[in-house]
DNA sequence: CTCCTATCAAGAATGATTCCTATTAGAGGA
DNA sequence: TCCTCTAATAGGAATCATTCTTGATAGGAG
């Protein structure tokens, strides 16, 4: 099977991702890129984040709000999740490699990603709250 | 704000969720429950789920193929999921709370929760690749 | 008994995602 | 250059989990 012919779409979409330090879902992504490429269907920015996925040139952040969202960032770093607003903000990761291990040893199974997220309110919504 | 008021019917719902070792979707525990409960729609197992989610009394795992998946055992521990079949896998965790705390420090939010998933093929399913 | 509130069923509505089809564009060979 | 094959694409329809709306029911407080 032939490797996947460059699409000058994907490649916009994958720097899209990784120049931005937000954690985009699809429908942001194709707003966004509607200025550049008028005539970008929804449709393929699905297709596309599915396909560069699947390579492992992104990551799914998990779905937030019903929408998926997705990281250009593939360096091991956890998520915090705001349940109010859904801002997805970065957090560093001490631990290392060794859930990873644990879970291939325990399971047999190979592991692709692991994905690490704290759930709760952010600084602002806290705010708001009080 | 009056407390919530007991339900047969959530109650159920908790119960199951609490003796089963799987990661049931709405949709199968409906299914599960409608021996019992033969009026029970399917529109009151997503609210009483929604409703024990923000109460705290069940998890969710995150939406796998396309389904919210949800676990009563609310004790710290990780998941795998197979991205192949949605099998779903407990696997204990080590780190302790030290990411807890990071994502509080570091962003000033409040965390209500941490999920730690593994993302991968299975065993049975790298064996049916094989 | 009478509000007031929570629960519930049923089905409609919503909305993200996927699927289908015809079209377009690029690469390689003749 | 022209042809052919294949992947990429747009556009829109279809799917399907989830949420919302409505009307009905029941329990507790006064």
Known sequence: MAIAR????????????????CHPSAEWLHARLLTDF???SLGTVYR????LTDEGLIVSVGVIGGQERFDGNTAPHGHFVCRR???VT???LK???SFHRDVERLTGGRV???ETTAYGLCAKCLDIRA
């Open 112 to 114: 692709q990603g692991v």
């Open 48 to 51: 596309n984040l599915r396909q």
């Open 38 to 40: 008028p005539d970008l």
């Open 95 to 97: 631990g290392g490699r």
């Open 6 to 21: 460059r699409s000058v779409k994907r490649e916009a979409i994958l720097a899209l991702l990784r120049s931005v330090t």
């Open 90 to 92: 970065d957090v560093p």
């Open 85 to 87: 607003c859904g801002a």
